[in-house]
């Protein structure tokens, strides 16, 4: 999340978020993720077909299909970046990959997922970004 607040914040860019569940998130990655939100960064949200726990605008946020979500993995598109938030075996591990072209085509994938996909109405969330 810093590595975005660095790339994202100057030019007000975007981040995208693929299988992330805001259920698990701590506490400092909800004040990091506010931070990125104030500091204008956009956000959108493919989460699991049925969550009604987001914590942002519902306009962010659409399902993806069950059978595409992975309950432990999470994917972040930002810039020319890419990382994997991995849990096997109860571990995190994060994979970044800094490469344009990689990232282009997880947007572009990211973006026909998005193109097909309905979103939830309403959170059940008690706590937001905003």
């Not at 981040?15 to 698990?24: H, I, K, T, V």
């Not at 726990?53 to 309950?71: C, H, N, P, Q, S």
């Not at 999470?74 to 072209?101: A, C, M, P, Q």
């Amino acid at each position: 999340l810093d590595d975005a607040m660095a790339v994202l914040a100057p030019v007000r860019g975007e981040m995208l978020f693929w299988g992330a569940d805001e259920r698990r998130s701590s506490g400092d990655v909800i004040e990091k993720t506010r931070a990125l939100r104030y500091a204008g960064v956009g956000m959108r949200f493919l989460i699991n077909e049925g969550d009604d726990f987001f914590m942002g605008k519902a306009r962010e946020y659409r399902w993806l299909d069950k059978a595409l979500f992975i309950d432990s993995d999470v994917k972040v598109i930002f810039g020319n970046t890419i990382s994997y938030f991995v849990s096997w075996r109860g571990s995190l591990k994060i994979i970044t990959i800094r490469d344009e072209h990689i990232a282009n085509e997880n947007r572009r994938i990211f973006e026909f997922f998005w193109s097909k996909a309905r979103g939830p109405k309403t959170s059940s969330a008690a706590v937001f970004y905003e």
